[in-house]
């Protein structure tokens, strides 16, 4: 399983960018993924998650900010941001569990900053 996730970068607060996530070595149509984020000195955690079925859920700071949505014919998951503040500066992760085993991206850093 390789997942390979880019889109990351310096953006001022306000912003936009999005995020993808390119899978390989898994059925990926019939795969939830998601989305974690770890800030400087912080656990890492769950930002969200699409099921197989498209169904999408979010933490509550990102509610409304945030797209998560998936590309089965390209094996590719997005994480749309938009209204970046200060405090999503984070590295971001997908994720996808395949076999009872988890399976992670290399992380793309994100920087909101003005």
């Known amino acids: 399983v390789q997942l390979q996730a880019s889109g990351g970068g310096l953006v001022q607060p306000g912003g936009s960018l999005r995020l993808s996530c390119a899978a390989s070595?898994?059925?990926?149509?019939?795969?939830?993924m998601d989305w974690y984020r770890q800030a400087p000195g912080k656990q890492r955690e769950l930002v969200g998650t699409?099921?197989?079925?498209?169904?999408?859920n979010y933490i509550d700071t990102v509610k409304g900010r945030f797209t998560i949505s998936r590309d089965n014919a390209k094996n590719t998951v997005y994480l749309q941001m938009n209204s970046l503040k200060p405090e999503d500066t984070a590295v971001y992760y997908c994720?996808?569990?395949?076999?009872?085993?988890?399976?992670w991206g290399q992380g793309t850093l994100v920087t909101v900053s003005s």
């Open positions: 994720h996808v569990i395949k076999g009872w085993v988890d399976y």
């Open positions: 070595g898994i059925s990926f149509s019939r795969n939830a």
């Open positions: 699409i099921t197989s079925g498209g169904s999408t």
